[in-house]
């Protein structure tokens, strides 16, 4: 299995089961795949030969969450994000490409944790409501994207502002990631992230990812609905922290 991911045999069972608790999360929680597998394998591989494994893994929990997610998304305000983020998409891939790959690596987990810390906050930028605060954060979410994966997390900041129920909220997000997969499927290939290797890496973690997916959703339990998304981020802190300090002992 370790000759299939190219990776260390400890890695490698390290990205496996990553990806299996990341996908239960996303079943019970409706976010974070991409931003707790970066927050637990960042300190050990490059994010940019993360995030092209990471988009087969996003567009697979998508289409499988999908159902549903149409008719309680907010449809035109998806589409504009969609768009939006295919513009700073290839910018975050750019600049993550730019950098030494120690320092790519503490960045995209500082992001993760001041995004965390930003919805445990609640914080509120009121100017993200208009229709070009919307634009504004399509263009951010792809930018975060590029350098650490969870372009989706700013969107969950971009609704709360918007004050969106939850089920609207999750649909929206759904549309958000599978339609800017599609078009960012474009830019790593343009950019040179998407390789065969981060394919092959995707054939192997797709399986745990989904099974962990389908895991996540059989334990979802709604009176606990609640208490989800405060663990699950104090969780990615926690993580993306640890992650930091190995950087900074290594």
């Known amino acids: 299995m370790s000759g299939l991911l190219d990776l260390p045999p400890g890695v490698a069972g390290l990205a496996i089961g990553s990806c299996f608790a990341a996908g239960a999360i996303r079943g019970f929680a409706g976010f974070g795949l991409s931003a707790l597998a970066m927050a637990i394998l960042a300190s050990f591989i490059s994010p940019v030969q993360l995030l092209p494994v990471f988009w087969f893994l996003e567009m697979a929990a998508s289409l499988i969450l999908m159902k549903g997610g149409w008719a309680d998304a907010e449809r035109t305000t998806a589409l504009t994000l969609i768009v939006s983020s295919a513009l700073g998409l290839p910018l975050g891939l750019l600049f993550s490409l730019s950098l030494d790959p120690g320092v790519s690596k503490t960045l995209a987990l500082l992001v993760l944790i001041v995004l965390a810390l930003a919805q445990l906050a609640r914080l509120r930028l009121l100017f993200l409501a ?17 350098i650490s994966g969870a372009g989706g997390m700013f969107i969950a900041i971009y609704a709360l502002v918007r004050g969106l129920p939850a089920r609207q909220m ?34 192997v973690l797709i399986v745990p990812t989904l099974a962990g997916l389908f895991l996540g959703r059989a334990l ?30 290594s």
């Open 130 to 146: 208009t229709r070009p605060g919307t634009m504004l954060s399509g263009f951010c979410a792809g930018l975060i994207t590029g």
């Open 170 to 203: 999750r649909g929206t997000l759904n549309i958000y990631i599978l339609g800017g997969g599609t078009l960012g499927l474009i830019s790593h290939l343009v950019v040179g992230t998407m390789t065969g290797q981060a394919a092959l890496r995707a054939v």
């Open 220 to 249: 979802f339990t709604p009176k606990w609905e609640p208490y989800y998304r405060p663990v699950c981020l104090g969780l990615l802190i926690s993580l993306a922290a640890m992650g930091l300090l190995r950087l900074g002992i």
